[in-house]
C-alpha cells in the first residue's frame, strides 16, 4: 500500500486522538518502526496491521473508522491539499460525483505509483447516482464513503448515501442527492494558496 | 442580408465565441474594440474594453514590429505575446483571425504560464474557462505535482539528517565524542590537497597504560574523556582533535606555523594533563608527549610523510625523559634512537 495511505492513517490517529494513541496502535501493529514515510511503499498486511491496531486503540468497529478517515482527509484543515485537488474535479457536487471516474487516473497523474481501485459512476436520474468500486484490501468503500459525505458538505449539497457490499470484493454506495444548494459550503479559490 | 439580419448573425456568433473562447476580442477596421469575452470583464471592466483601440489597450511584446492595424492583420495565425497596457500588465498569449464579415479581426487570448499570477489578481473560477481548455487540469497538476513534491522534500531531508548523523558516527570517536583516525585521514588529506598552512601534533600521553593496568578500565576511559576535554580547551573551533589509537592523538593546527605559538600550546597542554584526576577515591597521574611538524617546512606534502616525521619529535620527546615538545628537523635523524619508540614503551 502506498505510504500516501498509511501516512493519511498515521495523521488521522494523530490529529484526532494524539501522538499518544498513534504511538499504541504501532505498538499492536508490530511493524519495527513508528512512522510511514508518504514517499516509500509499504506490504499491504503492514496497513491490515495498522487498522487492526486502530480498531483495537479506538474500540470502533472498522468500518467506522474508514469512514471516519474518509470524512478526516477531507474536512480537516491539516490536510487541506486533498480536499482542493477533488475540489478541481467539478464546479458542483454532480459535476464531482461525474469527475470520480477519472479519480484513479488523476491519482496517478500525481503520484505515479499511486494505485487506487477502480470506480464507475453510474446515474439513474439527476439525484440517483451509485459509485461502484473495484476490490480492495482494505474496504477503500467505507473511506470513499467518509470521503463523499464530507464533500457534500464542501459544496453545500444534501446527500443520503448507502454502503452495499458486491460478489468478488466489490462494493457500492448509493447515492441521493437531496439537495444541490442545501447550505452555501465551502469556497474554493482556484489560486489557493497564492490568493 | 439586412442590417437586421446581419446584427443577430454578429450577435449568433459572438454568443458561440463566448462559450468556445471566452477570453477572445473582436476588432472592427477601424482599429475599435466592439467585443470582449466574458472572462476578459474578469481582468477589466467592460469600459476598459469598448470603444477603446486594441494599441490603447494591449501592447504587443511580439512580434514588436505590427502598431498599425493593418500590420496586425498581417500576423494572421502567428502566434501573439500581449500585455495589458495599465497594471497589473498580466501577460497574456493570442492569435488573430480575420473577421467573418467586415474588415476587422478576431483575437483569441489565453493566459499561458501567466495563470498562476493571474489567478492571484482576478477573481478567476473554473467556469472562466472553456470546458475543452485544459488550465483547469494544469492547476490541478501544479497543486498535486507540488504537494507529492513537498512530500518527497520531506523525506529527502530526513534522510540527508540520518545520513549526516550516521557520517558524523562514523567519523566519531564514542568514548571521547573526538573526531576518529578516518575523520583525522580525511581532514588532513583535504588540507594537503587544499595546499593549507597548518601544523600537525602528535600526542601520545605517558604512564596512560599503568593507570589501566592498576586503576582498571573505567578510571582509564575517564582519564581519556577528561584529556580530551583539555585537549578541545586548548585548541580552537578551526583545530581537530582526533584520537586516533588507545591513548594517541592528533591535533591539526589549522593556519597555524608560529614555533613560539605552537611550543606554547603544547607546554600549556602538557602541563593541564599532568593535573591529577580523580577516580573512585584514587589519583590518576598521566602525562604526555608531543611530536610537532608545520607544513610551511615541506616542499610537497605528503600525509603518510608527515605523520611519520610527528612520530620521530614525539620519539625524540619521549627519549628526552618523557612531558615534553618537540619540532621535528631532519637532524633528529642523526640519532638513530629516535627512530624508533624507546623501549620498554609498551609499559610506559
Not at chain 2, 582519564?223 to 591535533?251: M, P, S
Request: glycine residues 8%.
Amino acid at each position: 500500500m502506498h505510504g500516501l495511505i498509511n501516512t493519511a492513517l498515521q495523521s488521522f490517529t494523530r490529529d484526532i486522538y494524539g501522538d499518544d494513541a498513534w504511538a499504541q496502535v504501532m505498538n499492536h501493529a508490530d511493524l519495527g518502526f513508528s512512522e510511514f514515510e508518504a514517499m516509500l511503499i509499504y506490504e499491504d498486511e503492514q496497513t491490515c496491521a495498522v487498522l487492526g491496531g486502530l480498531e483495537l486503540v479506538l474500540r470502533k468497529p472498522r468500518e467506522e473508522v474508514l469512514e471516519d478517515i474518509g470524512t478526516y482527509l477531507v474536512s480537516n484543515p491539516k490536510v487541506e491539499s486533498l480536499r482542493r485537488l477533488l475540489r478541481f474535479g467539478g464546479v458542483n457536487f454532480i459535476e464531482f460525483l461525474q469527475s470520480l471516474d477519472d479519480l484513479p487516473g488523476r491519482a496517478r497523474l500525481a503520484v505515479s505509483d499511486l494505485d487506487l481501485p477502480v470506480m464507475e459512476l453510474s446515474e439513474y436520474s439527476v439525484e440517483h447516482y451509485a459509485l461502484t468500486l473495484g476490490a480492495s484490501s482494505v474496504g477503500f468503500g467505507h473511506v470513499m464513503l467518509g470521503l463523499l459525505r464530507a464533500m457534500a458538505d464542501d459544496y453545500g449539497a444534501l446527500v443520503m448515501m448507502e454502503y452495499g457490499e458486491l460478489a468478488a470484493g466489490r462494493e457500492r454506495i448509493e447515492i441521493r442527492l437531496l439537495e444541490t444548494d442545501f447550505t452555501e459550503g465551502r469556497s474554493f479559490h482556484l489560486g489557493g494558496k497564492a490568493g | 442580408m439586412t442590417v437586421i439580419e446581419e446584427q443577430e448573425f454578429l450577435e449568433g456568433a459572438s454568443a458561440a465565441m463566448d462559450i468556445f473562447c471566452p477570453m477572445h476580442i473582436f476588432v472592427s477596421a477601424s482599429g475599435h474594440i466592439d467585443h470582449v469575452g466574458p472572462t476578459m470583464l474578469k481582468l477589466r471592466p467592460k469600459e476598459a474594453f469598448l470603444g477603446k483601440r486594441f494599441f490603447e489597450v494591449f501592447d504587443l511584446c511580439r512580434p514588436s514590429t505590427a502598431a498599425t492595424m493593418e500590420g496586425l492583420k498581417a500576423l494572421h495565425g502567428r502566434k501573439l505575446h500581449l500585455q495589458l497596457r495599465d497594471a497589473p500588465r498580466t501577460d497574456l498569449k493570442g492569435v488573430l483571425v480575420p473577421r467573418m464579415r467586415g474588415d476587422g479581426i478576431a483575437i483569441n487570448l489565453s493566459f499561458g504560464i501567466s495563470i498562476v499570477d493571474a489567478l492571484a489578481e482576478y477573481p478567476l473560477t473554473s467556469r472562466d474557462f472553456a470546458i475543452t481548455d485544459p488550465t483547469i487540469e494544469m492547476l490541478y497538476l501544479i497543486e498535486a505535482k507540488s504537494a507529492a513534491m513537498e512530500a518527497s522534500r520531506s523525506l529527502n531531508q530526513r534522510l540527508q539528517g540520518a545520513m549526516i548523523a550516521a557520517e558524523e558516527q562514523a567519523y566519531t570517536d564514542t568514548l571521547t565524542g573526538l573526531k576518529n583516525r578516518r575523520a583525522m585521514d580525511h581532514i588532513l588529506g583535504r588540507l594537503i590537497e587544499g595546499e593549507k598552512s597548518f601544523a600537525l601534533m602528535h600526542l601520545d600521553l605517558d604512564f596512560f597504560k599503568a593507570v589501566n593496568d592498576t586503576m582498571g578500565h573505567a578510571a582509564g576511559d575517564t582519564v581519556l574523556q577528561k584529556v580530551a576535554r583539555i585537549l578541545v580547551e586548548e585548541t580552537r573551533d578551526v583545530d581537530t582533535v582526533a584520537r586516533v589509537g588507545g591513548d594517541e592523538f592528533v591535533l591539526i593546527f589549522n593556519r597555524l606555523t608560529e614555533r613560539d605559538e605552537l611550543e606554547e600550546i603544547a607546554r600549556r597542554m602538557i602541563s593541564r594533563l599532568e593535573e591529577p584526576v580523580p577516580h573512585d577515591g584514587q589519583i590518576c597521574r598521566i602525562s604526555g608527549s608531543i611530536g610537532t611538524v608545520i607544513s610551511t617546512d615541506y616542499e610537497a606534502l605528503d600525509a603518510v610523510r608527515l605523520l611519520s616525521d610527528a612520530d620521530i619529535a614525539l620519539y625524540a620527546s619521549k627519549h628526552k625523559g618523557r612531558a615534553c615538545h618537540t619540532f621535528y628537523s631532519d637532524d633528529l635523524l642523526e640519532d638513530g634512537r629516535n627512530l624508533a619508540p624507546p623501549v620498554g614503551r609498551e609499559a610506559s
